[in-house]
């Protein structure tokens, strides 16, 4: 149903009732355009301010900058922030190691109450916040809607599970004992998110954390750190006490190294590429001196994600899936369809209805809500480019392959399809990130099967079949950590569908899900002999 606005669930004290997604806005409503096309121009008014590091609670400056460019406009700065190098570090552990005191024996309650009061004020905001999405990442205004209703799912979720994990039971009762089993949380965080959903996969990662008592060196990627100042903003307005979040932007190579390898870090929670997570893994993997624990690693990583469509399937809704997968954000998620396997029966067939159905997907500014719109930025246009003229050698090009010019400025690429492309190909290996689907003909569902599991990713997948016997087998064979039946591969759903994936995917660590907090919890088991 069309709604103006996500409706405002007010909160009394602990929230009470079944744990609901956040609504989408329906913008086919022409007030709800009306009031994001407002929001749209209250947040241009607010480009190329300069944002503070938080450490501890202060404002700190450093004589280096990050700005933050819209990649629809790149003359546009959305922002100007701090760039935190060594120096910070220090700085940062120290204050989070002295929040951590008195916030890891804060109650659960209070805790789960500022998630809650954050998700309110995160609410009443919902599309501001939408429309900085828009100018940072260039998100359109459905998969910016996606990205803060995710957000305030994770609000309510996490809030909610750390109350019942505080009501955690042993399965049994020694007589003579009073046994209990306690999840407490572990230390400092480093905390280190992606740009693609640069406030859901941030909030989420730096929700859990603190919602289970530890505090936080937030680094958000350079691309997009101006919704990640808003949200500590936002934080800091509903209570937050200083030094439980550290606002630090800055470069990978100097500060987010050194957070890694510090021996005060007692975890790592970590979404991009697979390189960097990689990278993290093995930093965090080396006993500093100092270090008495061994650093826990929460890894969620790259994808290479295949629709399957069998012989029998809807082709239909296949072509309009396969699609949406590929192409919604610019094919800028890690479960994007990046492959789609199809049986070679309706091989041609579907690949003429998919040609029709990407040249129909109008390219253009967000803030014009243009179904598809630029990439990130020049490095990874260029990058993508390049893997469309190797596409072009390889295989056949169905449509796209172009930087579109006539846009201007902005980063903008044709929705891209190129056909023929064989297994083991680089471009059926490799993860582009952007708007370039590969086609691949298989000669069953077999063949199929085994061209989608031959990867080192295992992130999503999908099956287009009407057939009960394949489905049971997809769901017992095909690897990966989510994987959808007759629908897309993307749109994964707080509480629905827990996210994470297998092998060089990450350490499938199933963030929206009942497993999370235990990531970023240790268990203390207490057996009390009572006299």
């Known amino acids: 149903m069309a709604t103006l606005e996500a409706p405002v669930r007010p ?48 404002r700190v400056k450093t004589p280096d900058k990050i700005k933050s460019l819209n990649p629809a406009k790149p003359s546009e700065i959305v922002g100007i922030h701090q760039k935190a190098g060594k120096d910070q570090v220090e700085p940062a552990m120290n204050a989070a190691l002295k929040a951590f005191e008195s ?25 501001e916040f939408m429309a900085w999405l828009v100018f940072e990442v260039s998100k359109n205004w459905a ?49 280190i998110p992606p740009w693609n959903f640069p406030c859901a996969i941030m909030a989420g990662m730096t929700l ?7 505090t936080v060196i937030l680094k958000p990627s350079s ?22 979040v550290n606002f630090c932007p800055g470069a990978g190579a100097s500060f987010g190294d050194a957070v890694v390898a510090h021996p005060k870090t007692r975890y790592v929670a970590f979404t991009g590429s697979r390189e960097v997570g990689l990278h993290i893994n093995k930093t ?60 070679e029966r309706i091989y041609d067939k579907l690949l003429e209805q998919l040609k029709a159905r990407v040249e129909k997907i109008k390219v253009g500014d967000p803030a014009e809500n243009a179904p598809m719109a630029a990439v990130i930025n020049e490095g990874a246009m260029k990058t993508i480019l390049g893997y469309i003229e190797s596409g072009k050698k390889d295989g056949r090009l169905i449509t796209g392959g172009e930087r579109i010019a006539e846009l201007g400025e902005g980063y903008f690429i044709q929705p891209t399809v190129i056909a023929d492309i064989q297994p083991k190909s680089r471009l059926e ?26 990867t080192e990713f295992g992130l999503t997948g999908a099956v287009y079949t009407n057939s009960r016997d394949k489905i049971d087998r997809a769901i ?17 759903m707080v509480g629905a569908h827990p996210f994470g994936g297998f092998n060089m995917s990450g350490t499938d660590s199933k963030s929206g899900g009942p497993d999370y907090l235990y990531l970023f919890t240790q268990a203390k088991s207490v057996g009390e002999k009572l006299v």
């Open 11 to 58: 909160r009394s004290g602990l929230h009470s009732g079944p744990f609901t997604t956040e609504p989408f806005f329906d913008f086919r409503n022409e007030e709800n355009a009306r009031r994001m096309r407002s929001a749209i121009a209250k947040v241009r008014s607010q480009l190329a301010r300069e944002y503070d590091l938080i450490i501890g609670g202060k």
């Open 103 to 127: 916030w890891s024996r804060t109650s659960v309650e209070e805790r789960a109450s500022l998630l809650f009061r954050l998700g309110d004020l995160l609410r009443q905001r919902k599309m």
């Open 143 to 191: 998969e910016a809607d996606a990205d803060i209703s995710e957000t305030l799912d994770f609000c309510e979720f996490y809030a909610r599970e750390a109350l019942r994990l505080a009501k955690t039971q042993t399965p049994i009762q020694l007589p003579g004992e009073r046994d209990s089993l306690l999840y407490i949380p572990l230390g400092v965080g480093a905390v």
């Open 208 to 214: 859990a954390s603190i919602v289970s008592g530890n």
């Open 223 to 244: 691309d997009s750190p101006t919704i990640a100042a808003k949200f500590v903003e936002l934080l800091e307005e509903v209570g937050m006490p200083e030094g439980v």
């Open 284 to 343: 965090a993997a080396h006993q500093a001196p100092g270090q008495i624990w061994i650093k826990r690693t929460i890894l969620e990583m790259g994808g290479k994600d295949a629709i399957i469509v069998d012989a029998d399937a809807d082709i239909d809704a296949a072509v309009e899936g396969v699609a949406q997968a590929a192409f919604g954000f610019q094919g800028q998620k890690c479960s994007a369809c990046s492959r789609a396997i199809i049986d």
């Open 429 to 454: 290996q490799e993860e582009i990130f952007g708007p370039v689907l590969v086609v691949i003909k298989a000669r069953g569902f077999d063949h199929a099967l085994q061209i989608a599991n031959d």
């Open 476 to 492: 017992a064979e095909f690897h990966v950590g989510n994987l959808y039946i007759n629908r897309k591969c993307t749109g994964a």
